[in-house]
């Protein structure tokens, strides 16, 4: 019901930020919960970040807390992470996900293809 494409990933020194973009097909944006994900090599994925419908309550790993930011544009029927202060151990590929009822910590029921980000120290 939804296609999920990530961009906007990349190399970025310790210490920067990155802007990742989530862009969903279809007419039904505005009723999917979204989510953030990643995955390190040799890591099993963890979730990361989640907002709900209306933009109104957002959630975070604790690992992220202070530093990531997940917000949405129902106009660009878009989702985005804003990375600050990134750290080496953020690298992975992050996924997008989204549901029509819930994100859990293991996902939601449709998934992006993901975007590789890389820290260097």
């Known amino acids: 019901q939804v296609r999920l494409v990530e961009s906007g990933g990349g190399l970025v020194q310790a210490g920067g930020s990155l802007r990742l973009s989530c862009a969903a097909s279809?007419?039904?944006?505005?009723?999917?919960?979204m989510g953030w994900f990643r995955q390190a090599p040799g890591k099993e994925r963890e979730f990361v970040a989640a907002i709900a419908r209306s933009g109104s309550s957002t959630d975070y790993a604790d690992s992220v807390k202070g530093r990531f930011t997940i917000s949405r544009d129902s106009a660009k029927n878009t989702v985005y992470l804003q990375m600050n202060s990134l750290k080496p151990e953020d690298t992975a590929v992050y996924y997008c996900a989204a549901d029509q009822r819930r994100i859990s910590l293991t996902g939601g029921n449709y998934w992006g293809q993901g975007t590789q980000v890389i820290v260097s120290l």
């Open positions: 279809g007419r039904s944006f505005s009723t999917y919960v």
